[in-house]
């Protein structure tokens, strides 16, 4: 039952009961009944008509829903496509820039190697590898630093040797020859790593 015809109020509750006014409420009764039954029924042809044309709307949806889908589907896999594209070319070029980085990398080994051999300074890999940056200007000025602090490094360490070296087998007043020649070759030695350090 529909909840309009539940509020229906039918005045004849409200009034005082008799025989004629009950069948008459059973009446009314009847014919609403009949009426919804009247409402409610359809023919076969009907029926099977609306049914068609239901079936047929939704058949029409689904395939417009599927034939979306299907669309969607082929954008996708091309998008994948594209994005497996895009994707492969990144690697590609985060591989060229690492390779370039590792040329410049071992070009600048190189010419820094060659500044140290120059300046007459060990050029070993671990000093190369301390002296070495990413630009061409860092690394000449480290390289320069380093081998101006070597220098001043192995000059100073002459300098006190030659302070530290006492004469043996006498005073400073007596020399024996047996020192003599010995001290000779040894500042020799030491003017010849003052020449190479720059110092005199």
């Known amino acids: 039952m529909d909840i309009q015809e539940k509020l229906k109020l039918k005045l004849q509750f409200f009034a005082e009961e008799s025989e004629n ?4 409420v059973e009446n009314d009764v009847d014919e609403e009944s009949e009426s919804e039954q009247d409402e409610k029924t359809y023919t076969e ?3 099977n008509k609306r049914l068609n044309d239901e ?7 689904k395939e417009k829903e599927k034939q979306d889908a299907v669309d969607e589907a082929k954008r996708l896999a091309k998008m994948n496509k594209d994005q497996i594209a895009e994707y492969e070319r990144e690697q590609m070029e985060k591989e060229l820039e690492q390779l370039r980085s590792e040329k410049q990398l071992n070009e600048m080994r190189s010419e820094a190697r060659k500044m ?3 300046a007459e300074v060990d050029s070993s890999d671990e000093v190369v590898d301390l002296v070495v940056t990413d630009t061409a200007e860092q690394t ?3 390289v320069e630093a380093f081998s101006n602090a070597v220098k001043k490094a192995v000059s100073e360490a002459v300098k006190v040797n030659a302070r530290q070296s006492p004469l043996t087998g006498g005073d400073s ?3 024996s020859s047996k020192n003599k020649p010995q001290n000779l070759a040894e500042i020799a030695r030491q003017k010849e790593l003052l020449k190479i350090n720059g110092g005199i």
């Open 173 to 175: 007043f007596n020399h």
């Open 21 to 24: 006014e009950n069948e008459e």
């Open 45 to 47: 042809e009907e029926f």
């Open 116 to 118: 140290l051999s120059e």
């Open 55 to 61: 079936l047929s709307r939704r058949l029409k949806q």
């Open 140 to 142: 000449k000025s480290n």
